[in-house]
């Protein structure tokens, strides 16, 4: 069964520096999404791309977060300059163009800022 | 405003013994609602939905869900639970208003534990 992989899994960076979190979503699908679970707290919506444009996006995802399609495969999470709180597990999610199916996720990068 | 609240932090069950997770929504329209699955260092894996129809849902490994719209339910349920259902599970509801792409809102989870 297709998957929605990420990379890395673990990524530890400095705060202040930047960080991009990239994702492979499932081949033939065109909705893709970041969400994010801090330690202990509800999963949380970030953002959501279609079309290579921001479709939604929460208040989390201010200034310092940006996604980008670069190419025919790869959904990209940019955080600019990273902040303590920006610690979390982040996660890809994918879904068909069909209105009734459910959005597949990947495996999740821990981001741990020191 | 769209809300999903899993009012049990933990359940645990016997092995071979009937499980239930609850969940309860709030939504603006129709809801889609959603049980997830996560085993640990693991993404968020799709269980069952609910969209249309049936108010019984049958999803992947013996898991069903009740959809009850007059109790704003949609609880998680398996007649004979296994210890590998251990496991945190995650109800969600979309959000279907505007945007086609429908985010979605997740409850805090509930641990599973099945002892043997």
């Known amino acids: 069964e297709p998957e929605v992989t990420q990379t890395p899994s673990h990524q530890v960076t400095q705060m202040g520096q930047e960080v991009i979190l990239r994702c492979v979503p499932i081949s033939n699908h065109l909705y893709f999404y970041w969400y994010r679970q801090i330690l202990g707290q509800k999963v949380e919506f970030l953002v959501s791309?279609?079309?290579?444009?921001?479709?939604?996006k929460s208040e989390i995802f201010d200034d310092q977060f940006s996604v980008e399609r670069p190419d025919g495969s790869n959904f990209t999470l940019k955080i600019r300059s990273t902040k303590l709180e920006d610690s979390a597990m982040y996660f890809c999610?994918?879904?068909?163009?069909?209105?009734?199916?459910?959005?597949?996720f990947g495996d999740g990068t821990r981001l741990s800022i020191l | 405003a769209q809300s999903v609240a899993q009012p049990e932090d933990q359940v645990n069950v016997a092995e071979g013994n009937p499980l239930t997770v609850k969940c309860t929504y709030s939504v603006s329209g129709n809801p889609y609602l959603f049980w997830y699955v996560q085993y640990p260092n693991r993404g968020l894996q799709f269980l069952l939905k609910y969209i249309t129809g049936d108010n019984l849902v049958k999803g992947s490994y013996g898991f069903e869900a009740e959809f009850n719209k007059s109790q704003t339910s949609f609880h998680l349920k398996k007649p004979s639970a296994l210890v590998s259902d251990s496991a945190l599970y995650f109800c969600a509801v979309r959000d279907n208003r505007g945007s086609t792409l429908g985010r979605l809102y997740f409850g805090r989870g509930t641990q599973l534990t099945v002892w043997p």
């Open positions: 791309f279609y079309n290579n444009e921001i479709s939604e």
């Open positions: 999610a994918s879904r068909d163009i069909l209105s009734n199916q459910p959005q597949h």
